[in-house]
């Protein structure tokens, strides 16, 4: 089973954040760091492998891996 990974070394942490906007599913989580920072998840248990998040990633930050 694949799913979404966000490498955090290289996601910007935009509350805007094209991929999570994507994702028909819901497996984007956002949590507010500050007015202008969050931290960007995928729910392995939403999320279905499906790739369109990867291509709305202006950054690369979004991979997908194998469970």
């Excluded at 709305?56 to 194998?66: D, E, F, Q, S």
């Amino acid at each position: 089973m694949r799913y979404a990974y966000v490498d955090q070394n290289i996601c910007d942490r935009s509350p805007f954040c094209p991929a999570s906007r994507s994702c028909k599913f819901g497996a984007f989580k956002l949590e507010r760091k500050g007015l202008f920072q969050v931290e960007i998840n995928v729910d392995k248990d939403k999320c279905t492998g499906c790739g369109v998040c990867t291509r709305y990633c202006p950054h690369g930050a979004i991979k997908l891996v194998n469970s």
